[in-house]
């Protein structure tokens, strides 16, 4: 228990662990959340704050694409948004994910965005053939 001073008289406050938890219970998988890089660890993860707590980013969640170092994505002292993958209340544990912020680069194409023009049906193939003989002919 932490009890500080004020003037009007003294106020309890909760445990750094009672507040963690408390911000732990406030996350849902899924969620985005926005925080600040403070360490990119030698051990293929790195560590951003999530409003007083920290929270980890695995390499391999940092980019779609592959990358050499986490640098190559991410700076200490960066702003970032990235999405929660769990939350462990048992460890004091919130993965997050970069990559899952990340437009896929087919995705606009599998979404309908760009389509191909449509193939010749085998019914109009001996006209096209025809026409681009008209414009184009042999030389005899």
Not at 10 to 20: D, G, K, N, T
Not at 61 to 66: D, I, T, V, W, Y
Not at 82 to 89: E, K, N, Q, S, Y
Request: proline share 10%; net charge positive; no cysteine.
């Amino acid at each position: 228990m932490i009890i500080q001073a004020t003037s009007g008289g003294e106020r309890i406050l909760p445990e750094p662990a009672e507040r963690e938890l408390a911000f732990l219970q406030t996350l849902r998988p899924g969620q985005i959340v926005t925080g600040t890089m403070i360490e990119i660890a030698g051990f293929a993860v790195t560590f951003v704050d999530i409003g007083g707590f920290t929270a980890m980013i695995d390499i391999p969640q940092l980019s779609g694409r592959p990358i050499k170092r986490p640098s190559d994505v991410v700076a200490v002292g960066q702003e970032i948004s990235a999405r929660v993958l769990d939350v462990d209340t048992r460890r004091g544990r919130v993965p997050l994910s970069l990559k899952a912020l990340q437009v896929e680069p087919l995705a606009d194409y599998s979404a309908g965005a760009a389509r191909p023009s449509p193939a010749p049906s085998p019914r109009s193939l001996p006209s096209v053939l025809s026409s681009a003989s008209k414009r184009h002919p042999t030389a005899s």
